[in-house]
């Protein structure tokens, strides 16, 4: 048996090992972060082979880069890699030891239908990354609605404040960087991740669907890659204003 990874394959491997060192391997992959806040998906170019679990991912790619086109052997509990006068015996993880996402992101979706879709391309992606690379220290990310209703994301330093003599109120002067769609929507919303912010996602042209206060699917149109990131649930309403309210 022969498992031909392509470049890309292993790209993506490496982006999931980012988000769990365990991992099945399988023609189609998942993962997900130790608290259970995204999810990753993707379809191999690899032919079909038998699934094995590795619980050091990086090291694993380690190995398998030392080889262009192995013959694997697979056991119960080594793999072994042949290239000509080479071989490699690789020790497998026990499915039970390891972290591994139970559900795909169609289970968990279910039939909830989006809120608001978008489109993001390779530029629009490329420039979202850099700036979570570039501004670490920017804790959440938000989807929103603009005041002329097209869809916008928004990287958002920790919250700053400042009094508004005239209007008696503060006022939030936290720093931003706002990239606004092309697409428009009906829905107004405001939502929050801070996970986005912490994972590297592929560089490609995606279709993102936000679930208010649920999560964000970004499905890639070039590749069959998905993400989904848990958004913050609805803040509850403040008991202290409700019954003044109420009084």
Do not use: G
């Not at 048996?1 to 090992?17: A, E, G, H, V, W």
């Not at 972290?99 to 289970?107: G, S």
Request: glycine fraction near 0%; proline fraction near 4%; charge should be neutral.
């Amino acid at each position: 048996m022969t498992m031909n990874l392509s470049r890309q394959d292993r790209k993506i491997i490496n982006n999931f090992s980012k988000l769990n060192l365990n991992l099945e391997f399988k023609k189609d992959l998942r993962t997900k972060d130790s608290n259970n806040c995204v999810i990753a998906e993707y379809t191999l170019d690899s032919n079909e082979f038998k699934p094995f679990v590795i619980y050091d991912t990086k090291e694993f790619l380690s190995v398998l880069n030392l080889y262009q086109y192995p013959k694997l052997e697979i056991s119960d509990e080594h793999i072994t890699f042949k290239e000509r006068d080479f071989k490699t015996s690789y020790h497998l993880a026990e499915r039970d030891i390891c972290f591994l996402p139970k559900k795909t992101i169609k289970e968990i979706i279910k039939d909830d239908i989006p809120d608001t879709s978008f489109e993001l391309n390779f530029e629009d992606t490329k420039w979202i990354e850099k700036i979570k690379h570039n501004f670490r220290n920017y804790p959440s990310i938000v989807f929103r609605n603009s005041e002329d209703n097209f869809n916008e994301i928004v990287l958002k330093d920790t919250k700053s404040f400042k009094w508004n003599e005239e209007k008696k109120v503060k006022e939030d002067v936290s720093n931003e960087f706002i990239y606004t769609t092309q697409f428009k929507t009906n829905k107004n919303y405001n939502c929050k991740s801070n996970t986005f912010r912490e994972y590297e996602i592929l560089i490609s042209n995606y279709k993102v669907s936000i679930y208010e206060y649920k999560y964000v699917v970004l499905e890639s149109l070039d590749i069959p890659l998905k993400y989904l990131f848990a958004l913050e649930p609805k803040p509850k309403p403040d008991s202290k204003k409700e019954s003044k309210s109420n009084a």
